[in-house]
């Protein structure tokens, strides 16, 4: 009885078995770490030097010291945190190891938890370099934000797990022909999610668009916090509620994808 019931519940060791897995994988290849590293100090320099132009020249950004780098480091999570989540599935889909999984004990909830806590390791690898040389260049200490940016890491954090899920299941659905949206997909977001810009500067239509994306609110918030020193909870908690349905919809999604692909049989094929 003991061992049918754990199957039916979700085992760590299973879990902590595949992050191991991943973690060996990315140890295995100094490329795959130094990608990590590269995009986000390449980035933090980029827009780090056009805000100290900037500041030299504009009253607002001199009151608003860090907003653009702000902008450009919590960006990043939101978009680092799906990519660590979606390439960790395209690795399984690459070595055509999907089917073994799935025929597996390792149920897909377990699955799904393996490559959430890998995009945190992956996160942490590639923004913990960026943020302290944002520190050591610009003096801007992200982590000087306080209590506030655990909010808007969890919420950024919840919102690309949710897309980084919904997407592999459309990789695992329809194959690698599709390993594009991967990649592209939150950039789609971007100019609706107001991550350099106030949501007023959208057409009055688009706002409400704006205001059904939860790094909307995050980044609202974090203008809020910089530019007038106040902590806007109303933001974060509205996200949070976002959040929350996304990520059941999208795990939801998974798990119907998931049905249909092991019906058509694509699984063994590597999802092509």
Same mark, same amino acid.
């Given at each position: 009885?003991?061992?049918?019931?754990?199957?039916?519940?979700?085992?760590?060791?299973?879990?902590?078995?595949?992050?191991?897995?991943?973690?060996?994988?990315?140890?295995?290849?100094?490329?795959?770490?130094?990608?990590?590293?590269?995009?986000?100090?390449?980035?933090?320099?980029?827009?780090?030097?056009?805000?100290?132009?900037?500041?030299?020249?504009?009253?607002?950004?001199?009151?608003?010291?860090?907003? !653009?780098?702000?902008? /450009? @480091?919590?960006?990043?999570? &939101?978009?680092?945190?799906?990519?660590? #989540?979606? +390439?960790?599935? *395209?690795?399984?889909?690459?070595?055509?190891?999907?089917?073994?999984?799935?025929?597996?004990?390792?149920?897909?909830?377990?699955?799904?938890?393996?490559?959430?806590?890998?995009?945190?390791?992956? !996160?942490?690898?590639? /923004? @913990?370099?960026?943020?302290? &040389?944002?520190?050591?260049?610009?003096? #801007?200490? +992200?982590?000087? *934000?306080?209590?506030?940016?655990?909010?808007?890491?969890?919420?950024?954090?919840?919102?690309?797990?949710?897309?980084?899920?919904?997407?592999?299941?459309?990789?695992?659905?329809?194959?690698?022909?599709?390993?594009?949206? /991967?990649?592209?997909?939150?950039?789609?977001?971007?100019?609706?999610?107001?991550?350099?810009?106030?949501?007023?500067?959208?057409?009055?239509?688009?706002?409400?668009?704006?205001?059904?994306?939860?790094?909307?609110?995050?980044?609202?918030?974090?203008?809020?916090?910089?530019?007038?020193?106040?902590?806007?909870?109303?933001?974060?908690?509205?996200?949070?509620?976002?959040?929350?349905?996304?990520?059941?919809?999208?795990?939801?999604?998974?798990?119907?994808?998931?049905?249909?692909?092991?019906?058509?049989?694509?699984?063994?094929?590597?999802?092509?």
């Amino acid at each position: 009885m003991s061992t049918v019931a754990a199957h039916r519940g979700i085992s760590f060791h299973r879990i902590g078995a595949m992050i191991l897995r991943y973690w060996y994988l990315l140890l295995s290849s100094w490329p795959r770490l130094l990608e990590l590293m590269y995009w986000p100090i390449l980035q933090v320099i980029t827009w780090g030097f056009l805000q100290s132009y900037i500041a030299q020249n504009a009253g607002f950004f001199a009151r608003a010291g860090g907003t !653009l780098i702000g902008a /450009v @480091i919590l960006w990043d999570i &939101l978009f680092r945190g799906q990519l660590g #989540f979606s +390439v960790s599935f *395209l690795e399984e889909m690459w070595a055509r190891n999907l089917g073994n999984l799935m025929m597996s004990p390792l149920k897909p909830i377990e699955f799904l938890l393996a490559l959430m806590a890998m995009s945190l390791i992956r !996160l942490a690898i590639g /923004v @913990i370099p960026m943020t302290l &040389l944002a520190l050591f260049l610009f003096h #801007f200490n +992200v982590y000087g *934000l306080g209590l506030p940016l655990i909010a808007f890491f969890c919420n950024l954090i919840f919102t690309s797990w949710s897309v980084g899920i919904f997407v592999s299941g459309l990789v695992l659905r329809n194959g690698l022909g599709a390993e594009s949206i /991967v990649w592209t997909l939150m950039f789609a977001l971007m100019p609706l999610s107001c991550i350099y810009y106030p949501v007023g500067v959208l057409p009055h239509w688009l706002q409400y668009v704006a205001w059904s994306l939860p790094p909307t609110y995050v980044f609202e918030g974090m203008r809020a916090l910089l530019t007038d020193h106040v902590f806007r909870a109303d933001l974060m908690i509205d996200a949070a509620l976002l959040n929350a349905g996304l990520l059941v919809a999208s795990i939801a999604a998974f798990l119907a994808l998931l049905r249909s692909a092991r019906r058509q049989g694509s699984l063994l094929g590597g999802g092509e």
